[in-house]
């Protein structure tokens, strides 16, 4: 049997799928800002990835994205294959980025991130060339 919940408060799984969610989705805005660097063969042509590019890649490589994962997905192991890391970053993109639902709370989790900290600038790194490069956002 289920826990009775009083009205108004929400159940673990529901918090985990929308903190899920909110971190996933800022996640991906950090690294749609620095697109251009985000895959191997895309630092020789400076092409831009897609979006759905963007999420396998961080399904597949990301480590703060599968933290974040098994984070929210308690009682689960991340997988091992690329196979089936690359099905989870697909997942994420059709439920969280090409959802126009979803993808619209991007802008509203930076206003939650500067009222939470305002005094503190948003930093990336990436490498180019072999060097680190920081960018403000």
Not at 64 to 71: N, Q
Not at 102 to 118: A, C, V
Request: aromatic residues 12%; glycine residues 6%.
């Amino acid at each position: 049997m289920g826990s009775r919940l009083k009205k108004g408060d929400l159940s673990q799984s529901t918090k985990n799928r929308v903190e899920y969610s909110y971190w996933g989705l800022y996640l991906f805005n950090l690294m749609a800002k620095v697109n251009t660097n985000a895959k191997g063969h895309a630092w020789r042509t400076k092409k831009k990835l897609s979006k759905l590019d963007l999420c396998r890649y961080m399904a597949e490589h990301n480590k703060s994205f599968r933290s974040i994962w098994l984070a929210t997905h308690p009682e689960k192991t991340f997988p091992k294959n690329m196979d089936a890391r690359t099905a989870i970053g697909e997942a994420f993109y059709r439920s969280n980025v090409a959802d126009t639902r979803r993808s619209g709370r991007i802008g509203e989790i930076n206003k939650r991130f500067k009222k939470l900290y305002p005094n503190q600038k948003q930093k990336a790194y990436y490498f180019l060339k072999g060097k680190k490069v920081k960018i403000k956002l």
